[in-house]
């Protein structure tokens, strides 16, 4: 039924506890994984100027910590045996970001968790997640 999957996530707990559920869907469907970290990199301009790396060190840390979040996923994937490509993608919004990746490399599901690492969250589904359900053209599973 679904031959490509997305999984996003951005390293917290709760994204990672996406990560089985993908890859078992994956297997199920003889589907590949693309995981995917949305990154913005301008977030808190004022704040990062007086941080003692600047805002280029403070980029390189958050290009990591997306880079190590996906590498995550990639490696439950392969040792499941299913394909699996990673993408960092930059934008202002979570949501968007994502939504990019699942269309550019036609993505038919995605699998997120219903929170992140946003502070402001909604009673029951984060913010980023009640988007993507609002916006995505593809069938959306919500790990909690």
Not at 95 to 105: K, S, Y
Request: proline share 3%; with cysteine.
């Amino acid at each position: 039924m679904f031959k490509h999957i997305l999984i996003t996530t951005d390293g917290s707990e709760l994204s990672e506890r996406a990560i089985p559920l993908a890859v078992e869907q994956a297997k199920l469907n003889g589907a590949r994984i693309t995981a995917v970290s949305v990154v913005d990199l301008y977030p808190y301009i004022g704040a990062i100027e007086v941080m003692p790396t600047g805002i280029e060190g403070w980029q390189e840390a958050i290009r990591a910590q997306a880079d190590a979040a996906v590498q995550k996923v990639a490696d439950a994937a392969k040792a499941a045996g299913i394909p699996c490509n990673t993408a960092v993608q930059e934008d202002t919004q979570a949501w968007r970001g994502l939504l990019a990746v699942a269309e550019r490399e036609h993505c038919d599901l995605v699998v997120m968790s219903s929170h992140g690492r946003g502070g402001l969250t909604s009673a029951l589904l984060g913010s980023q997640t009640a988007r993507v359900l609002s916006h995505s053209k593809v069938p959306v599973l919500v790990v909690r």
